[in-house]
């Protein structure tokens, strides 16, 4: 007995915190390469979106889109409908 505690309780609860200590290590060891990758995964999506928009396909696909939301124009862009079958037997 230790200050009034079984020393096997002591110990199981030294072992917990030892096994505690090593997961949140390795748990933030693991975050800092998952950070690592996901700013080079940032890194690529920017690279690809500067090339995409400097290279003049934004200006014509923007373009189109309005051109086609004109053609339509006599059409509402959501169509609601209220009625309702039940699927219930």
Do not use: N
Not at 10 to 33: H, N, P, Q, T, Y
Not at 38 to 45: A, D, E, G, N, V
Not at 77 to 84: F, V
């Amino acid at each position: 007995m230790l200050f009034g505690l079984r020393t096997d309780y002591v110990d199981a609860c030294l072992k917990m915190i030892e096994r505690g200590i090593f997961v949140s290590s390795w748990l933030a060891a693991e975050a800092r390469r998952e950070l690592g990758a996901f700013k080079q995964f940032l890194s690529f999506i920017r690279h690809g979106l500067y090339v995409y928009l400097f290279s003049g396909r934004p200006l014509k696909f923007v373009q189109r889109l309005f051109s086609q939301i004109r053609a339509r124009s006599h059409r509402p862009l959501i169509q609601i409908t209220t009625s309702w079958k039940s699927t219930a037997t």
